[in-house]
């Protein structure tokens, strides 16, 4: 429990502290942040337009006065409104959040299903054909960027062998199976560098624990090979595996940004980019706490997970 506590308490503050961070950093522009967001082809705004965004943005208000404010809104849920269709961003937010959370949720399940077993089979087999194969075919998997891999995977499975569609979205509710079909290609490519990472890690992770007592023990009392593989050497390499992944959701939360956008997915992406173009400051900043916020409950599940697998990380 006190751990549990713990770990909450700290991403707690980690949240205030990346709240303080993304709010001290409109200030911290040199300039009127509200003359920048009107700003066009280096063309000074009218004053009066720009007195009426500093007080709609509420940057008339004295600094401590400003960030109270802005900590209420973040607890209320309030974001605020979008300065060029004047939707409110949380709403904005709410709806296109979940089909981001389905992309790196398949695409985190196509990386463990495929390299938990794949790392744990070229452990076994450490040296062997498929341990060169493997590792070759996961390096060149972390080199390839995603927007160039979801380029080439439309050009040829669907422009040229016409087997899948190019991308969009149809609502699951609608039609589950085509829903599916949309999701795979966006998902495997998000995934791809995920699954390298896992490969490596559950191989490392497994060959380390391989040559231990327990698992010499094990198998000495006559355990079959597949029992002794899955309850005394993958249970005990996963807790490393989690710890990575966690670390790595990240730059997967970064990534669905452009696989999105090759692939016409509705999710996050739309209404950052088109709030970047648009300078549309509420909706940047309501899209950045909402991804750092992710980032910090991915890792604090990805702890206490870690947890539950290893008992003395709680005893510590």
Do not use: C
Request: hydrophobic content about 55%; overall charge positive; cysteine-free.
């Amino acid at each position: 429990m006190a751990y549990l506590v713990g770990r909450i308490a700290s991403s707690v503050v980690l949240a205030f502290a990346v709240a303080t961070i993304v709010f001290l950093a409109l200030h911290l522009v040199p300039g009127d942040p509200a003359e920048l967001l009107l700003s066009t082809g280096g063309i000074s705004p009218d004053p009066a337009a720009v007195a009426e965004l500093r007080e709609r943005l509420g940057l008339d208000r004295p600094l401590h006065v400003q960030y109270l404010g802005f900590l209420t809104g973040l607890l209320r849920g309030d974001l605020g409104r979008s300065l060029v269709d004047d939707y409110s961003v949380a709403a904005e937010i709410a709806l296109r959040l979940p089909r981001t959370l389905e992309l790196i949720a398949a695409g985190t399940i196509i990386a463990l299903a495929v390299g938990v077993p794949a790392g744990t089979y070229a452990a076994v087999h450490a040296g062997g054909a498929f341990d060169r194969i493997m590792s070759g075919v996961m390096a060149l998997l972390m080199a390839v960027p995603v927007f160039v891999l979801g380029t080439l995977l439309i050009l040829l499975l669907a422009q040229t062998l016409k087997l899948m569609p190019a991308g969009g979205f149809v609502p699951f509710w609608r039609d589950p199976g085509q829903h599916l079909l949309l999701l795979s290609l966006p998902a495997l490519v998000i995934g791809k560098g995920l699954v390298a990472i896992v490969f490596r890690m559950t191989r490392a992770s497994v060959l380390d624990i391989l040559p231990r007592d327990h698992v010499r023990t094990a198998r000495a009392k006559g355990l079959a090979e597949g029992r002794v593989l899955r309850a005394h050497v993958v249970r005990n390499a996963f807790g490393p595996v989690l710890t990575v992944l966690g670390l790595h959701m990240g730059s997967l939360l970064g990534g669905t940004v452009l696989v999105e956008y090759v692939f016409n997915w509705p999710g996050l992406s739309t209404p950052l980019i088109r709030a970047v173009e648009g300078r549309d400051y509420p909706m940047v900043v309501g899209i950045v706490l909402t991804v750092s916020g992710l980032f910090l409950l991915i890792n604090l599940v990805v702890d206490l997970l870690y947890a539950a697998l290893d008992p003395r990380v709680r005893a510590g």
